[in-house]
């Protein structure tokens, strides 16, 4: 099987080597496009430490972190890899996540401040009538702002906490799946109905809008989504 390796950058000495290592190659898994090619990516953690210009040391410690984070995985004999999540993996993640930004649409209902809202129409200025009047990426980007903002906007702090490290995990579903099967139309027309129910405080038309929203990508990746097998 072929493999790929990650580039990165040197980083400098103004926070701990660890903590810039695992931010740098966090960032760098996330933006990889795992989801949208076989191809296993391995960490080199000797290539990494020059890379980046540091001791091997907080390379590992980073790795052993985003290990935890199910970011990696080591394969006896072989080193660590970028974690390609299954299917079943996939929509295991999509349901949690639904369950989290269906709850966060309803708290904004309750106690966002209209200015907020208004945030979240903002972004689609640059897409109107549902039609794309941008890059595909750019449309992409609008989108992963807009689920991240739905759950910032919630105010509770736990919810927030619970949803940072699934967020990153679903970012990386999201970005290899909007092209596909028309979803963009459809994604356009889910958030402009979300965003209308907050506007107008309907609680449970928010939360039930939100969760269906999440609840049909989980549907598209179990029907499309073979190359996760």
Same mark, same amino acid.
């Given at each position: 099987? @072929?493999?790929?390796?990650? &580039?990165?950058?040197?980083?400098?000495?103004?926070?701990?080597?660890?903590?810039?290592?695992?931010?740098?190659?966090?960032?760098?898994?996330?933006?990889?496009?795992?989801?949208? @090619?076989?191809?296993?990516?391995?960490?080199? $953690?000797?290539?990494?430490?020059?890379?980046?210009?540091?001791? %091997?040391?907080?390379?590992?410690?980073?790795?052993?972190?985003?290990?935890?984070?199910?970011?990696?995985?080591?394969?006896?004999?072989?080193? &660590?890899?970028?974690?390609?999540?299954?299917?079943?993996?996939?929509?295991?993640?999509?349901?949690?996540?639904?369950?989290?930004? =269906?709850?966060?649409?309803?708290?904004?209902?309750?106690?966002? @401040?209209? $200015?907020?809202?208004? #945030?979240?129409?903002?972004?689609?200025?640059?897409?109107?009538?549902?039609?794309?009047?941008?890059?595909?990426?750019?449309? =992409? $980007?609008?989108?992963?702002?807009?689920?991240? @903002?739905?759950? $910032?906007?919630?105010?509770?702090?736990?919810?927030?906490?619970?949803?940072?490290?699934?967020?990153?995990?679903?970012?990386?579903?999201? #970005?290899?799946?909007?092209?596909?099967?028309?979803?963009?139309?459809?994604?356009?027309?889910?958030?402009?109905?979300?965003?209308?129910?907050?506007?107008?405080?309907?609680?449970?038309?928010?939360?039930?809008?939100? %969760?269906?929203?999440?609840? #049909?990508?989980?549907?598209?990746?179990?029907?499309?989504?073979?190359?996760?097998?």
């Amino acid at each position: 099987m @072929s493999e790929a390796r990650l &580039v990165v950058a040197p980083i400098d000495s103004r926070e701990t080597f660890k903590d810039k290592a695992y931010a740098a190659l966090r960032n760098v898994i996330t933006s990889s496009g795992i989801y949208r @090619s076989r191809t296993d990516i391995r960490l080199d $953690e000797r290539q990494l430490a020059q890379d980046f210009g540091i001791s %091997r040391t907080p390379v590992r410690e980073a790795m052993a972190q985003l290990e935890r984070e199910g970011f990696v995985r080591s394969v006896p004999r072989r080193g &660590v890899y970028v974690v390609r999540k299954t299917k079943g993996e996939v929509i295991e993640l999509i349901q949690a996540w639904a369950a989290l930004e =269906s709850m966060a649409a309803r708290l904004i209902t309750e106690h966002a @401040s209209d $200015e907020d809202i208004a #945030g979240l129409r903002r972004m689609f200025t640059t897409f109107e009538g549902d039609k794309l009047h941008a890059k595909l990426d750019d449309y =992409s $980007e609008v989108n992963i702002n807009f689920h991240q @903002s739905i759950i $910032e906007l919630s105010g509770n702090k736990a919810l927030i906490r619970l949803a940072e490290n699934l967020f990153t995990h679903m970012r990386m579903i999201r #970005g290899a799946t909007i092209g596909e099967d028309d979803r963009v139309d459809r994604s356009i027309r889910d958030h402009m109905n979300i965003i209308q129910a907050l506007e107008a405080r309907d609680t449970e038309r928010a939360e039930d809008l939100v %969760r269906q929203h999440a609840l #049909g990508l989980a549907e598209h990746v179990a029907k499309h989504a073979d190359y996760l097998d």
